[in-house]
């Protein structure tokens, strides 16, 4: 099992910086990628980044060019280092950790971590 716990939310003012963390704990050698997740409220989940064990990146529309996801092996952490903040980047973040087998996959999520970008 994997455990993923958040830090790093709060608020801030638009074109500000916050920097996200998630630490992983558990059967920390299965995980084959890991990433973040936003919900605002009334929308759906959506993807921010994720980052494979491989270290090749993906990034949402929405967040290119503006955020950042990087992963030290050495303390099992994965942080998103979000810049140029907007309004709607006011979301609810979730860490994930993807275990993938074969054909099956299995997500672990952490409790999430509220980002507010407001003036």
């Known amino acids: 099992q994997v455990q993923l716990v958040e830090s790093g939310g709060g608020l801030v003012q638009p074109g500000g910086s916050l920097r996200l963390s998630c630490a992983a704990s558990?059967?920390?050698?299965?995980?084959?990628?890991m990433g973040w997740y936003r919900q605002a409220p009334g929308k759906e989940r959506e993807l921010v980044a994720a980052?494979?064990?491989?270290?090749?990146?993906n990034y949402g529309d929405s967040v290119k060019g503006r955020f950042t996801i990087s992963r030290d092996n050495a303390k099992n952490t994965v942080y998103l280092q979000m810049n140029s903040l907007k309004t709607e980047d006011t979301a609810v973040y979730y860490c994930?950790?993807?275990?993938?087998?074969?054909?099956?996959?299995?997500?672990?999520w952490g409790q999430g971590t509220q980002v507010t970008v407001s003036s």
């Open positions: 994930n950790a993807r275990v993938s087998t074969g054909w099956v996959s299995h997500d672990y």
């Open positions: 558990g059967s920390i050698f299965s995980i084959n990628a």
């Open positions: 980052i494979t064990s491989g270290c090749s990146t």
